[in-house]
């Protein structure tokens, strides 16, 4: 049975399907609120902390996902170098780099104006997809930042995307 066939024919509220999903999944999470829940989900390199909210206002699903990060003030220049170059090579959501709090986060936000309805398997192809791309770039973030890589070679850890493990 597909995830979506526990949803059929219901309006449910896309935080509701993200719980569920976190339920089904396993994940350690928290529902901080109707239109907000955070949970943690464990990747290859390290845990990392996603949130997804609900705007009313403006009908969009919200995903960040963030993983803590130190990087030596002097290497900045080259992670915001390594950051333009990840980005272009991501089509949905991007990554950005919260000096105030050092965390680094992809951000999605998918727009459901006119009253559409999101699904269980496109909510959790956005957060397998969020996790995907942290785990892809986590390495050249780290080769840049501590391994005092250029962001050029440091970002070739990342052109294909690996699938499985060694």
Same mark, same amino acid.
């Not at 986590?138 to 060694?166: C, M, N």
């Given at each position: 049975?597909?995830?979506? +066939?526990?949803?059929? &024919?219901?309006?449910?509220?896309? @935080?509701? @399907?993200?719980? /569920?999903?976190? +339920? ?12 907000? @829940?955070?949970?943690?989900?464990? &990747?290859?390199?390290?845990? =990392? *902390? ?8 403006? +009908? %969009?699903?919200?995903?960040?996902? *963030?993983? +803590? ?14 950051l ?7 089509? %949905?959501?991007?990554? *950005?780099?919260?000096a105030?709090? #050092?965390?680094?986060?992809?951000? =999605?936000?998918l727009?459901? $104006? ?8 496109? @909510? ?19 080769? /840049? ?10 970002? #070739?850890?990342?052109? $294909?995307?690996?699938?499985?493990? $060694?």
């Amino acid at each position: 049975m597909s995830l979506s +066939e526990d949803y059929l &024919g219901d309006d449910i509220h896309p @935080i509701d @399907i993200v719980e /569920t999903l976190a +339920e089904h999944h396993a994940w350690d999470f928290d529902r901080m609120g109707d239109d907000r @829940i955070a949970m943690a989900v464990e &990747g290859q390199w390290r845990t =990392y *902390t996603l949130t997804l909210a609900w705007s009313d206002r403006d +009908e %969009t699903l919200r995903l960040l996902c *963030t993983f +803590e990060m130190e990087p030596p003030e002097e290497r900045l220049p080259q992670l915001y170098d390594l950051l333009n170059r990840c980005n272009d090579m991501v089509w %949905t959501g991007g990554f *950005t780099w919260w000096a105030e709090q #050092k965390l680094m986060v992809w951000r =999605y936000g998918l727009c459901l $104006a006119g009253g559409q309805t999101v699904g269980p398997e496109q @909510i959790d192809r956005l957060i397998a997809g969020a996790i995907m791309a942290a785990e892809r770039f986590y390495p050249a973030f780290q080769l /840049t930042t501590w391994g005092d890589h250029s962001p050029a070679e440091a970002v #070739k850890v990342a052109i $294909a995307e690996a699938y499985g493990r $060694a």
